[in-house]
Every structure is written in structure tokens, then in C-alpha cells.
């Protein structure tokens, strides 16, 4: 088992940066495959990154390809995500999760955090 908290979220303008971070309890953090999503209101909740647990594999939706960075720290049971160039449309509730094998499907994650609220004024 593990309890996922995210923290770092806020209100920026577009163009500037944020850093996310997932704190992970329980001894078993370092053997999960790790992901982050994101949800606006009335839609889909929606991939945006994942890494596997050795840090050997990263993915990206397209859509902040080039933009976020994906990085786990497995000693101190913390999962990132650095967030520059944000976009108005970047704006949603991210939430990270944990899963045995590394995918991009929500389905596919057994463990969630709360999650925190990214608003990116235009």
C-alpha cells in the first residue's frame, strides 16, 4: 500500500513555472511505476506523464511534451513534476498515482492522491 500526497500547486500566469510534488508513504514507493493526470471541470480525467520505478523510462501526452518533466526521487519517496511555458489551458486538478507497470491509462493505476489545483491565468 501507499498514501499519495500532492502538494506545490497554485495560481500562475501563462508562461511562468510551477513545481508539483507526490509524497509517498509506506516502504513500497520505489516499487511502483508513477503517473501524473490531470482533470479540468466537465471533463475526462486525463494522462499527462509517467515514469517507471527505476527512472529508466519516462512518457508524455503531446500536450506538454517539450513543456513538464517528469522525476522521481526514490529515497525520499517523492514523485515531481516541473511545469514551464504553462498554458491557460494547462489549468486543472493534477493528481498523481501509483501502478504496478508503467501506462498512460488512468484504469491502469491503483493508487491516487487528493490532488492539487493549477490555475494558469491568461
Known amino acids: 500500500q501507499v498514501q499519495l500526497v500532492e502538494s506545490g500547486g497554485g495560481l500562475v500566469q501563462a508562461g511562468g513555472s510551477l513545481r508539483l510534488s507526490c509524497a509517498a508513504s509506506?516502504?513500497?514507493?520505489?516499487?511502483?511505476?508513477m503517473g501524473w493526470f490531470r482533470q479540468a471541470p466537465g471533463k475526462e480525467r486525463e494522462f499527462v506523464a509517467a515514469i517507471s520505478w527505476s527512472v529508466s523510462y519516462t512518457y508524455y501526452a503531446d500536450s506538454v511534451k517539450g513543456r513538464f518533466t517528469i522525476s522521481r526521487d526514490n529515497a525520499k519517496n517523492t514523485l515531481y513534476l516541473q511545469m514551464n511555458s504553462l498554458k491557460p489551458e494547462d489549468t486543472a486538478t493534477y493528481y498523481c498515482?501509483?501502478?504496478?507497470?508503467?501506462?498512460?491509462?488512468?484504469?491502469?493505476?491503483?493508487?491516487w492522491g487528493q490532488g492539487t489545483q493549477v490555475t494558469v491565468s491568461s
Open positions: 509506506g516502504r513500497t514507493f520505489s516499487s511502483y511505476a
Open positions: 498515482a501509483a501502478a504496478k507497470i508503467i501506462n498512460s491509462s488512468p484504469r491502469g493505476y491503483e493508487h
